[in-house]
């Protein structure tokens, strides 16, 4: 049974980035794959990206390629999502899951408020 | 606008069951049997429920089914419990390039 705990609500402005954390607990970090999704106010769910923490290989949907970081810190067992270039319509919440064979998010987060605010 | 097309929102009474559709494409749910299901209390991590179409996840009770036909696919809740009442969204596979595509979201409400 994997946890994951992520980081606090943020308020940012546009044009500034935002980097949330999620902690991974109960699992082998190592044998993980996590993707980050995003569910807007009146928006469906939208998949970030993803790593892959074997390979530290990480992918990104095209509409955010060269926004968006995602990183993996194997001694804190902690994977990271920071969008740059924030934007009014990046106002969301953000979670974190593991993502299996046939990208099945078997285990999520606690999602993570991020307000863009003027 | 969701890549795949659900209802907004189902309703049904305790005890009944309620359907929940999921329509995509042959890119996505029709090229694919990796559909999965998750309910989401709001304020809350969502929840697996239905993986590869049809499986539930341990723990999951089998009043969970899902099934799929051409590019859409279904959730089945069958004797419908006030605690079901969430929202549940569907996801696809769809290929390499996109990764997943996911639906809107359905509200169900257990009258």
């Known amino acids: 049974q994997v946890q994951l705990v992520q980081s606090g609500a943020e308020v940012k402005k546009p044009g500034s980035s935002v980097k949330v954390s999620c902690k991974a607990s109960?699992?082998?970090?190592?044998?993980?794959?996590f993707s980050w999704v995003r569910q807007a106010p009146g928006v469906g769910l939208e998949w970030v990206g993803g790593?892959?923490?074997?390979?530290?290989?990480?992918t990104y949907a095209e509409k955010f390629e060269g926004r968006v970081t995602i990183t993996a810190d194997e001694s804190t067992s902690t994977v990271y999502m920071e969008m740059s270039s924030l934007r009014i319509e990046d106002t969301a919440v953000y979670y974190c899951?593991?993502?299996?064979?046939?990208?099945?998010?078997?285990?999520w987060g606690q999602g993570t408020l991020v307000t863009l605010s003027s | 606008q969701s890549a795949l097309t659900q209802p907004r929102s189902v309703s049904g009474s305790p005890g009944h069951s309620v359907t929940i559709s999921c329509t995509g494409t042959s890119s996505d749910v029709g090229g694919y049997d990796y559909v999965s299901w998750y309910q989401h209390h709001p304020g809350r991590a969502p929840k697996l429920i239905i993986y590869?179409?049809?499986q539930r996840p341990s723990g999951v009770p089998d009043r969970f089914s899902g099934s799929k036909s051409a590019n859409t696919a279904s959730l089945t809740i069958s004797g419908l419990q006030a605690e079901d009442e969430a929202d549940y969204f569907c996801?696809?596979?769809?290929?390499?390039?996109?990764?997943?595509?996911f639906g809107g979201g359905t509200k169900l409400t257990v009258l």
């Open positions: 790593i892959i923490i074997n390979f530290n290989t990480a």
């Open positions: 899951a593991t993502d299996g064979p046939g990208a099945v998010f078997d285990y």
């Open positions: 109960g699992g082998t970090f190592r044998s993980l794959t």
């Open positions: 590869d179409v049809s």
């Open positions: 996801c696809s596979y769809a290929g390499s390039f996109t990764h997943v595509v």
